[in-house]
């Protein structure tokens, strides 16, 4: 046998079978907007976390963030592929074909993923704050986000739960860890109040939407908790003021696109 008579098929998955929610559903405008900024936040988070794949300080953490990432990507194909139903484009033209200004990530999500325990502590914000979203959400008058949200919450439950481990296990480990731990906090902490403001598109997804500021409480009970056990304060002092919801975006964004979409663009059309 020559390599002339060696042929390899692979059968097509049908990816179409891992999204959640009513594949013929139609978005109105303000719910595919509102679908945009729940994916988009996935998305932006999924990428930044790939980078730690053979970078993390253990072999099982390449996994753990890995998997987390591989969760997130699930739900910003699920809500991407929703919004797009409301003006005929895919999930890879969202993902791919939008510049900067059209994306709709909040600045927590687009924050450099420092060290270690810079990612962990952003991990824990997000996780914390996705883990309220979406337990609201599964109570949503839209199936479909309602069902995009039961899926996802099984998953960002276990997101929270290894975000609060490792800050426990960072914040009381050696000095440089504990060290390490209060600087991430303090570093992420300016972005949070972003996820939590109100907008008037949200007056207009009554019933649909999750009001950001009622998800506060929640999340400020189980991050003092966290911190709390962790002989950590809560950081207080300068508030970003965001903008990512209106498109303005922090200023690692377009390098992260750029990386994230160059294969797409240079290929344009490409199978594989």
């Not at 276990?158 to 000095?175: I, M, N, S």
């Amino acid at each position: 046998m020559n390599d002339h008579d060696v042929h390899v098929t692979v059968d097509e998955l049908a990816l179409s079978a891992e999204l959640s929610g009513d594949e013929t559903a139609t978005a109105t405008p303000d719910v595919a907007e509102y679908a945009l900024w729940l994916g988009d936040d996935a998305l932006i988070l999924s990428q930044q976390l790939g980078w730690w794949i053979a970078r993390a300080p253990e072999l099982e953490e390449d996994v753990a963030l890995g998997n987390i990432a591989l969760d997130l990507l699930g739900h910003a194909r699920s809500l991407l592929r929703y919004a797009g139903t409301a003006d005929g484009r895919t999930e890879d033209d969202l993902a791919y074909w939008r510049d900067e200004p059209e994306f709709r990530s909040a600045w927590i999500v687009e924050q450099p993923n420092g060290d270690f325990a810079q990612t962990i502590a952003r991990q824990l914000v997000v996780s914390t704050y996705m883990f309220e979203l979406y337990s609201a959400l599964c109570g949503s008058s839209d199936p479909t986000l309602a069902a995009v949200a039961e899926k996802s919450l099984k998953e960002v439950d276990y997101h929270r739960d290894h975000a609060v481990q490792w800050t426990l296990r960072l914040a009381g480990g050696t000095d440089e860890s504990r060290e390490r731990m209060i600087r991430a906090v303090a570093a992420v902490w300016p972005y949070v109040d972003e996820l939590f403001c109100d907008d008037p598109l949200i007056d207009r997804l009554e019933g649909i939407a999750a009001r950001p500021s009622t998800l506060r409480a929640a999340f400020d009970a189980v991050i003092a908790a966290v911190l709390d056990e962790a002989e950590l304060d809560v950081p207080t002092g300068f508030v970003s003021s965001g903008g990512g919801r209106r498109g303005i975006h922090f200023s690692t964004l377009g390098f992260l696109l750029a990386e994230m979409q160059v294969l797409a663009r240079q290929h344009r059309g490409a199978t594989w």
